[in-house]
Nanobody, 117 residues
Framework: QVKLVESGGGLVQAGGSLRLSCAAS????????VGWDRQGPGVPREMVAR???????EYGDSVKGRFTISKDSARNTVYLQMDSLKPEDTAVYYC???????????WGQGTQVTVSS
């Protein structure tokens, strides 16, 4: 059974940084497509970052150059480093994982990020 547990959210001032963590169990993050989505108040959920095995890393246009997705295979954990945060980055951030080859998709419970101006 695949389980994703996020941590690292919180309140930060504009211009600050946070690092989100997503600890995975039940699968190997090295073999999976992993990513982060977010949902702000009153807006649809949007893709923040995606990393596929052997493929390019993709970022949403609004976070390019500020956010970085990475994996730690030893900890089986996915990270999202968020720098130069803006109030519009305020959202609940969800870790996502898709296994291969079956394509099953999983989400974490979400972690709140609030950026004050």
């Amino acid at each position: 059974q695949v389980k994703l547990v996020e941590s690292g959210g919180g309140l930060v001032q504009a211009g600050g940084s946070l690092r989100l963590s997503c600890a995975a169990s039940g699968t190997d993050v090295r073999l999976a497509s992993v990513g982060w989505d977010r949902q702000g108040p009153g807006v649809p959920r949007e893709m923040v970052a995606r990393a596929t095995p052997g493929g390019p890393i993709e970022y949403g246009d609004s976070v390019k150059g500020r956010f970085t997705i990475s994996k730690d295979s030893a900890r089986n954990t996915v990270y999202l480093q968020m720098d130069s945060l803006k109030p519009e980055d305020t959202a609940v951030y969800y870790c996502t994982l898709r296994t291969h080859p079956d394509g099953s998709t999983y989400w974490g419970q979400g972690t709140q990020v609030t950026v004050s101006s």
